[in-house]
Every structure is written in structure tokens, then in C-alpha cells.
């Protein structure tokens, strides 16, 4: 049986992340990759998917993470900063399989209260606040009812990467218990 795994990206001036990056490994491992739109009630979306992939794009407002503003930051989505961090918690709360690429990982962090800072050594990366060691490259949520990563790298750019294969996997387990859903 194919799996569903819904893809939230933004703009398309991070590159065709959706139409190849993302979809393509992913759909070489049995699943059906989808477009998100950002719903007003994020949380509707969930119940028919196996799985969720919070996409790379621009940054996030740092008023969503009490954080100030930076001049090397990208041009802010507010739209989609609302959806993607409400769907974050509810995935997450659901149970349904999560990874958070590049802006994704930040998102997932946000969602769950913490705190992002800008433009690590002016290199123009973003990432979690480090605790002495520089910035966080990945992170898991082990307290999480079902698999939620997120790294920082630009995972578009390794399509045989074991975390599709992870999400995938994460993905079939989800629909084999998941009750089939009828649109009201």
C-alpha cells in the first residue's frame, strides 16, 4: 500500500524542492509526496497522512521565537509560519511521522519552546541555540509518540539519504494502524 506524506515548502526561491528533492526519494520508497496549502486548520490535514515533511525555505519571523530581527535575514511568510507551527505540535501530539529539513528543524524546535539564533558566525546559517559546542546540525524528539527529526543540512541535495528511507518506513507503520478516512 502507498503512503501519503504531506510536504510543506514555501516559495520557490530555495529551488524545486518539492517537484524533485523531496518527492522523487521519497516516492522511490513507495510513497505519494503532496503539496500542503496552508489550511487555516492545519490539524483537518493530518488524519490523512502517513507522514509529514516541514520543507526548507525562509526564515522564520524571530517574533514567533522572542528573537529580534537581523539584517541577513530572509524576507519573512507569516502565513506560513502560523500553519507550519500549529501543524508541527498537532503532528507531533498525533503521533504522525515528522522530518524537518533545514527550516523544518527550526520550525519543529519552535513548536516545542525553544529558541533560534541568527546568522551563526556570518555565514548566513541559521540554527538552534547552541549550548557551547556551535550550531545544532540535528535534532530528535524522542518523547515523541512516532518518529520527529529534523536536521539543518540541505537534505535536497542527497536524495539516497537513509532519513527518506526512515520517514518512509515511519510512514508504512503509520497506515497500517491508521483507520481509513472519509471527507466529510
Request: charged residues 20%; negative net charge.
Amino acid at each position: 500500500m502507498a503512503t501519503l506524506i504531506g510536504i510543506s515548502t514555501g516559495f520557490t526561491d530555495y529551488g524545486d524542492c518539492l517537484g524533485v528533492a523531496f518527492g522523487r526519494p521519497l516516492e522511490r520508497r513507495g510513497a505519494v509526496a503532496v503539496a500542503l496549502p496552508y489550511a487555516e486548520r492545519p490539524g483537518r490535514l493530518l488524519p490523512f497522512l502517513d507522514a509529514l515533511v516541514l520543507a526548507v525555505g525562509r526564515d522564520m519571523a524571530p517574533s514567533r521565537y522572542g528573537g529580534s530581527e537581523d539584517p541577513n535575514a530572509t524576507a519573512h511568510s507569516p502565513l506560513r509560519d502560523e500553519f507550519e507551527l500549529e501543524l508541527a505540535r498537532q503532528a507531533i501530539t498525533a503521533g504522525v511521522p515528522l522530518l524537518g529539513i533545514c527550516r523544518g528543524m527550526q520550525v519543529i524546535d519552535v513548536a516545542l519552546g525553544g529558541m533560534l539564533h541568527a546568522d551563526h558566525a556570518g555565514r548566513g546559517s541559521r540554527g538552534l541555540r547552541p549550548r557551547p559546542d556551535g550550531v545544532i546540525e540535528a535534532i530528535e524528539v524522542p518523547a515523541a509518540p512516532a518518529l520527529c527529526l529534523g536536521v539543518q543540512w540541505q537534505l535536497q541535495e542527497q536524495p539516497d539519504s537513509p532519513l527518506f528511507g526512515l520517514l518512509a518506513d515511519a510512514a508504512q507503520e503509520r497506515a497500517r494502524g491508521r483507520p481509513c478516512v472519509s471527507v466529510p
